[in-house]
């Protein structure tokens, strides 16, 4: 009978551990995706089928993105870390303001390069883009940026 009692609570530890692990995958699984949606309205695999993209383009297109969605994604960390630090800081029993604003021009810093990045990107893109699916990128982008918009008008898709 004893044994009996070890062994499921090695299995009810196993189901917790298996459930914490998960809950954490799919936290940073969605964290993942998160630039590409604010930037795009959907996931960036689904860009080209939107924009009616022929093979030859395909591959250009995830040849090229590739890259380009991995560091986006990984400067959106880093901004993330940044602001985090940022705001614990104010917050803070006695706030550094030479801490304040190293972590404000850090993130200002990479959203700076962030920006050239997208606009390097956007400028590749465009190249092997015929005028129709041009337009319906810039379409897209536009749409993206007038629904995340609070009542207020629509912002440029680079002044965020």
């Known amino acids: 009978m004893k044994r009996y009692w070890v062994y499921l609570l090695l299995a009810i530890s196993l189901l917790v551990n298996v459930g914490v692990l998960a809950g954490a995958w799919f936290q940073v699984w969605r964290a993942q995706g998160a630039s590409e949606l604010a930037f795009f309205g959907m996931g960036h695999e689904r860009v080209p089928d939107y924009l009616k993209l022929d093979g030859t383009q395909i591959e250009r297109w995830h040849a090229m993105e590739q890259d380009f969605v991995k560091v986006l994604n990984d400067v959106g960390g880093e901004i993330q870390i940044h602001r985090e630090r940022l705001v614990r800081e104010i917050f803070s029993a006695q706030p550094d303001t030479s801490v304040i604003e190293r972590e404000r021009a850090a993130i200002f810093t990479l959203q700076e390069a962030q920006q050239r990045s997208v606009i390097e990107q956007l400028l590749k893109e465009r190249e092997m883009l015929n005028p129709q699916q041009r337009n319906a990128l810039a ?20 002044a965020r």
């Not at 379409?139 to 680079?158: I, M, T, V």
Request: hydrophobic fraction near 30%.
């Open 139 to 158: 379409d897209l982008l536009l749409k993206q940026y007038s629904h995340s918009g609070n009542g207020k008008e629509a912002q440029p898709a680079l």
